[in-house]
């Protein structure tokens, strides 16, 4: 019996994972997914957005999120089990791809398709990381130190940037592919540059793809056969090298969700956001919000005072009209306060 290739998408935080994902199951070509969401904070937004995509290929039967915390903490608990369940449906499918938290360390989870259960059904056909090139041009999550130096007056956020950073070099070092996201936002010499300084983090042979908007061709990501987890060994993170296997914690960041009836309106809301942003250093922040007099969802990404929204699909008839959003960020966030200063945009 063949194994079912398995794609994992990992990437940091607003890198464009879900972009991406929602991408390739709207061009799937006839192909069944299954889909796997580690969505980081207790609403699933993942899932919301994906399954609007309106495509045969997305049913949301065919969607599982995992959103009792990192999946690389709960491989045992949550990720194996899930995987089992999915392999032992009547009805199988094609391919399977996993879009990690982007806190989500990828090696225990490469790991985990060694496991027993799981190991002569399924296969890794690729690690896909998606990097953020404006954040990258702007000095963040960098391992340049000196371009973090430069970076640190003007910018609250690398603060803390020692931990974000190891977390992206061993998001690097996992991959066998890197989607360099939003390209059309840097100069072809601040791309030069970012490639460059990407490659000096890579394992010799690491593919690197440009793309706009998660638009990148399924034959370029889908069906690469090159069974990760074969050699997972060669791809150790900074956190198994120093704590020499131990369990890892995600104590250096924080998360948490509101939900707020509908908002007055669009401008009013993203201005809301940004503002609460640059004032509470929230890192990331991602959601859906009901705009008064609109027929359709507002669905919102935003990373660090970037904030992004556009309208993705209309209400469903008895659908509760509502704005729930979710807040990531570096310990401790405020939750009062940002839920304060959010709650500012409600009708």
């Known amino acids: 019996m063949s194994k079912i290739p398995t794609t994992v998408i990992t990437g940091f935080l607003g890198a464009g994972k879900t972009t991406l994902v929602r991408h390739l199951l709207s061009h799937a070509k006839g192909k069944r997914i299954a889909l796997i969401i580690n969505e980081f904070g207790d609403i699933g937004v993942d899932k919301a957005v994906l399954a609007g995509c309106g495509d045969e290929t997305c049913r949301e039967e065919d969607m599982v999120e995992l959103a009792n915390g990192c999946i690389c903490c709960t491989v045992a608990e949550d990720f194996i089990p899930t995987m089992t369940q999915l392999l032992d449906r009547p009805d199988t499918f094609d391919h399977i791809i996993i879009e990690t938290s982007g806190l989500a360390l990828p090696q225990p989870l490469i790991r985990a398709f060694n496991w027993p259960e799981i190991k002569s059904r399924v296969t890794v056909d690729a690690v896909v990381t998606v990097a953020d090139a404006a954040a990258l041009a702007e000095g963040r999550f960098a391992s340049n130190e000196a371009a973090v130096d430069a970076q640190r007056q003007a910018d609250a956020m690398l603060d803390h940037e020692t931990p974000l950073g190891e977390l992206f070099e061993d998001q690097l070092t996992a991959a066998d592919l890197i989607v360099l996201n939003k390209t059309d936002l840097v100069t072809a010499e601040q791309l030069a540059t970012i490639e460059t300084a990407l490659r000096a983090e890579l394992r ?104 992004t929204a556009y309208f993705d699909r209309p209400w469903a008839e008895g659908e509760v009209r509502e704005t729930a959003l979710v807040v990531i960020g570096e310990q401790p966030l405020d939750h009062a306060a940002i839920t304060a200063s959010l709650n500012g945009a409600a009708v």
């Open 204 to 307: 010799p042979g690491t593919g690197i793809i440009h793309a706009q908007n998660g638009h990148v061709d399924l034959g370029a990501l889908l069906g690469l056969g090159l069974s990760t987890e074969d050699n997972i060994e060669q791809r150790q993170s900074h956190h198994e090298l120093e704590h020499d296997g131990e369990g890892h914690e995600h104590d250096d960041f924080d998360s948490f969700s509101i939900r707020m009836p509908k908002i007055s309106g669009k401008d009013q809301l993203l201005a809301t956001i940004e503002t609460t942003i640059r004032t509470h250093d929230v890192l990331r922040l991602k959601g859906f919000a009901a705009i008064d007099g609109s027929p359709a969802r507002l669905s919102i990404q935003a990373v660090g005072p970037r904030v």
